[in-house]
């Protein structure tokens, strides 16, 4: 098709009537399923409105066929032949433009406004909100739950909502259309017909409400059990290095089986109750067509209705009859997408307990003053990890935290970057309370490699240019020689061919090895420049000769930047400026190197316990 082209200006009208990514500036999408549905419908009205049109005419167009066969066939068994066509070409020529025409419009209306407006636009719409106000969410969000999982409800959200609106506006709103007509023509014709309908609808009603909620209930236990299935399979292929080395005598084997047997019990209880369902609906139509053309036939033995209109009311019961069946389907569909929604409102809804003041002011670039006043934080569980710490880090400082693995080191420093929320005390940054500043001003003033050195599955170019947004290609490899990463990235190939600072990394930089993840992490802090450093473990997977290279790197970069590091081996951070013993979240020493080893503490044991880097001997020999 030509782009520019009538067809393509078609298309694109139909394609742009929702606008995917218009938002409106709600902090918090409705946490109640209908209100939810309502709030994009309201940002949809045209679309849904020709919707709701077009569902209806639907409906009455198919009715109409019907009764227009039972009209023709009278017709043709009255007519003369001979001047049919003189006669009565206006009713016939009616009779064509409803097939053609009107029948014709109506269907393409529907499909256009379904598949062109509503799937792309609508679907992505919905989508795009919903991750404008999930991204904001903290990290205990995220930590709380599974990333698969909030995707999923990012996307099945989208098309739920869509999908229900739809179902409701256009097919369910024909069928009731088409019913009411039927009921209406039937009851015209003889009113016993009208009546054997109308009792055909309660008895459908009754399937409804008595026999499909086992099928929804089913539907729910079987969706349960998929995930839990699909949750091990995909445990097992993500440990798969784990499973190939411990598990020798095939438990997963037997885990798997568990898991499929459970989810077994699930479908077959699902699928007794569809079949239920059919085998009601069989003998519901069955019912109701054989006493249809049991009426018929009576009356018209007694010359009381027309062949023609046997014909209408026979095409009517048996299009009636072909619809009830996917009609169930479809009830069972609408329930199934408000569950979905209800489900993903739970997940996209969510107020984030961290946000911005109200009056958060931008935090312009700071000097680096840090100070802990009275802080303790616990993970909202009673005590523990962090106890009315008191820490003041002036700006250029370089500070090491030490302390054994769980004192909560780590956690100080997430403190500080606000990804919690203290519990007592506060975080001044520069004097500004942390949570009196814009989050997005808080953390450009951080420069963080952290343990995980947290790399994306996308181009190394794209993990170290991360770091500045506009950056060029020559400051990102200034940047990557920096951390001594330039060198290695020259031969990083990925399985689609493209190499060095175009190759992708794997799910988390799992492509890389550890040391090769963190100098691009590193790679990434220094093009960010921030004035206050985090190094959490930033070179603990570097042999020492890489590390070495990087050293002096670093510590150039430290020229007057904070600095807060963390390290295990203490030859890295002995240099600093100052270090502070943390154990069980309070600060049991602190000083510089040469005076915590004069004091024989807790530093001084850990450091006689290790051997010492070059660093640490060049020191403790000063
Ligand atoms: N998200 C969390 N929820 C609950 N408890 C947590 C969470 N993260 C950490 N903890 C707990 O807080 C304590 C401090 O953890 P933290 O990661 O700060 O220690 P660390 O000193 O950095 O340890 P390491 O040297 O091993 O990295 C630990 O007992 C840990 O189990």
Redesign the pocket.
């Known amino acids: 098709m030509k782009e520019g082209g009538w067809r393509d200006r078609l298309w694109r009208k139909a394609e742009g009537w929702v606008d995917p990514f218009q938002d409106t500036d709600r902090e918090v999408l409705p946490a109640d399923a209908w209100r939810f549905i309502l709030y994009f419908a309201r940002q949809a009205k045209g679309p849904f409105i020709a919707l709701l049109i077009v569902g209806g005419l639907a409906g009455a167009v198919d009715a109409a066929l019907y009764w227009s066969i039972g009209w023709l066939i009278d017709l043709l068994d009255r007519a003369d032949p001979k001047t049919l066509i003189t006669e009565h070409w206006p009713e016939l020529a009616a009779l064509l433009a409803l097939l053609l025409v009107v029948r014709t419009v109506v269907l393409i209306a529907s499909a256009v406004v379904e598949q062109q407006v509503v799937v792309p636009g609508f679907y992505s719409m919905v989508r795009w909100q919903a991750f404008r106000r999930v991204i904001e969410q903290p990290y205990?969000f995220y930590?709380n739950d599974f990333a698969g999982r909030i995707a999923t409800k990012i996307m099945q959200g989208g098309e739920a909502v869509g999908d229900f609106i739809v179902n409701i506006l256009q097919t369910m709103w024909s069928f009731l259309t088409f019913i009411v007509l039927a009921i209406t023509i039937l009851a015209t014709v003889e009113p016993w017909l009208g009546v054997v309908v109308g009792v055909w609808f309660i008895g459908y009603a009754a399937i409804v409400r008595f026999l499909l909620p086992e099928m929804r209930r089913a539907g729910r236990a079987t969706a349960d059990e998929r995930s839990i299935f699909n949750g091990r399979l995909v445990d097992a292929f993500t440990n798969i290095v784990a499973v190939k080395l411990f598990d020798s005598g095939r438990r997963e084997h037997a885990y798997v089986r568990d898991g499929l047997e459970r989810f077994l019990v699930a479908v077959i209880r699902l699928t007794r109750a569809i079949t239920t369902v059919r085998a009601s609906v069989a003998l519901l139509n069955g019912l109701m067509m054989g006493s249809i053309a049991a009426i018929c036939i009576h009356k018209w033995t007694g010359g009381g209705i027309s062949t023609g209109a046997i014909a209408a009311a026979l095409g009517l019961v048996f299009r009636l009859n072909q619809m009830s069946g996917w009609m169930m389907f479809n009830i069972n569909g609408l329930v199934r997408n408000y569950a979905t929604v209800q489900d993903a409102t739970r997940t996209i809804s969510v107020r984030p307990a961290i946000r911005d003041a109200a009056n958060a002011i931008v935090l312009p670039r700071a000097s680096g003053d840090i100070r802990f006043e009275n802080v303790s934080f616990h993970?909202?569980?009673g005590g523990?990890?962090i106890e009315n710490l008191n820490l003041h880090v002036r700006p250029g400082e370089r500070v090491a935290?030490i302390?054994?693995?769980?004192?909560?080191?780590?956690?100080?420093v997430?403190l500080a970057l606000r990804l919690f929320d203290v519990e007592k005390g506060r975080i001044l940054i520069d004097g500004h309370d942390v949570r009196a500043v814009t989050q997005a001003s808080l953390r450009a003033q951080f420069g963080v490699v952290s343990?995980d050195a947290m790399l994306m599955h996308r181009s190394i170019r794209d993990n170290i240019g991360y770091g500045r947004a506009g950056a060029t290609q020559a400051e990102i490899e200034d940047a990557a020689e920096r951390a001594a990463a330039h060198e290695f990235i020259a031969g990083v190939s990925d399985p689609h061919d493209r190499q060095g600072y175009d190759a992708h990394v794997g799910e988390r930089g799992v492509k890389l090895s550890g040391g090769q993840r963190q100098r691009v992490a590193i790679a990434r802090m220094m093009l960010k420049d921030a004035p206050i450093l985090i190094l959490?473990?930033a070179t603990s997977a570097l042999d020492s000769e890489v590390e070495a290279a990087i050293q002096d790197n670093l510590y150039r970069m430290m020229e007057g930047k904070t600095v807060i590091a963390?390290a295990?081996r203490l030859s890295t951070i002995a240099a600093l400026d100052r270090l502070i013993v943390?154990d069980e979240?309070r600060i049991v020493e602190e000083g510089t190197h040469a005076q915590l080893i004069a004091r024989d503490g807790l530093y001084a044991q850990l450091w006689k316990r290790q051997s010492g880097g070059f660093l640490g001997n060049r020191l403790a020999a000063e």
Do not use: R
């Open positions: 205990t930590q993970y909202g569980k523990g990890v935290l302390g054994p693995s769980g004192a909560g080191k780590t956690t100080i997430n343990q959490d473990e963390i295990h943390i979240g």
